[in-house]
């Protein structure tokens, strides 16, 4: 996702995770990420901006063992354009029961020159049996990060939920059969703490919205086909503060990834 915003980590500190496992585990029946070694991907990615246009190639590369699991390890062959490409390049993925399970770092691009990545371990972004708009999983964090002397605390909340099943899906001419979507949502409440007099007042630069919202479609046997990507944000009015924080008041970006071609065994 070329869209002129920077690709570096940043630690986050992780405060709390839930999901759904005080069900009972069920067994899968089907295949919606065939995890062989060499099983590709390719995308067309068409974006909103004119730099976030290009082609992604998600593929396995082998196995790593992330305490004592055995997940498989995918990357990409260049810098993602795509939202979908992106969380799981250089990340790992393992299966349980009927879940799919996401473990490292994601980067997600919002504020210009202001990196984010959330860390994550076993986040289910996929499960097999479940009812519309069932949340699979949600984490909470926070972090603090200096831009040009402020002092900013980023609260998120990012969170999976099942959306619709279909029995047939149809994207860019190509219909797939038995396909299931999910959600992907990033929330976040800024704040930075301003000198007035002496006295730091925090001060709300974004109320809480959803910057991201990603919905991915899973086609048995294959993988996913389809990623719709909303990304974006819209800061408070600021002008009632002595500050002037240099970030632009808004973003809105609008993204699509449709899978070309791909191998799935």
């Not at 299966?95 to 504020?111: N, R, Y």
């Not at 202001?114 to 994550?120: E, T």
């Not at 991915?216 to 819209?234: C, F, K, P, R, W």
Request: include cysteine; charge should be negative; aromatic fraction near 10%.
């Amino acid at each position: 996702m070329r869209n002129k915003l920077l690709l570096v980590g940043l630690s986050l500190f992780v405060l709390s995770c839930s999901s759904d496992d005080s069900t009972e585990p069920i067994e899968s029946t089907s295949d919606f990420l065939p995890l062989t070694d060499a099983n590709y991907w390719d995308y067309n990615v068409e974006s909103s901006v004119a730099e976030g246009n290009g082609s992604d190639h998600l593929y396995i590369s082998g196995d790593v063992v992330i305490d004592s699991n055995t997940y498989k390890k995918f990357e990409t062959e260049n810098t993602a354009y795509g939202f979908f490409s992106n969380i799981l390049g250089d990340n790992a993925i393992r299966k349980a029961d009927d879940k799919i399970l996401l473990t490292g770092s994601t980067s997600v691009d919002f504020f210009e020159d202001i990196p984010f990545s959330v860390d994550v371990a076993d986040f289910i972004i996929f499960k097999e049996n479940t009812t519309n708009n069932q949340v699979l999983g949600t984490l909470t964090g926070v972090f603090e990060q200096e831009y040009e002397g402020y002092p900013i605390e980023f609260n998120y909340t990012l969170t999976s939920t099942a959306k619709e099943s279909l029995t047939a899906y149809t994207v860019d001419g190509d219909e797939y059969t038995n396909v299931k979507s999910m959600e992907l949502k990033l929330s976040i409440t800024a704040v930075v703490n301003v000198d007035l007099g002496g006295i730091s007042v925090p001060v709300t630069i974004m109320p809480q919205q959803d910057v991201v919202t990603s919905t991915q479609y899973y086609a048995e046997n294959i993988g996913v086909v389809h990623v719709s990507t909303d990304l974006g944000y819209e800061l408070s009015d600021l002008s009632a503060y002595p500050i002037t924080i240099p970030i632009p008041e808004s973003a809105d970006i609008h993204q699509e990834e449709i899978l070309t071609t791909y191998v799935a065994e």
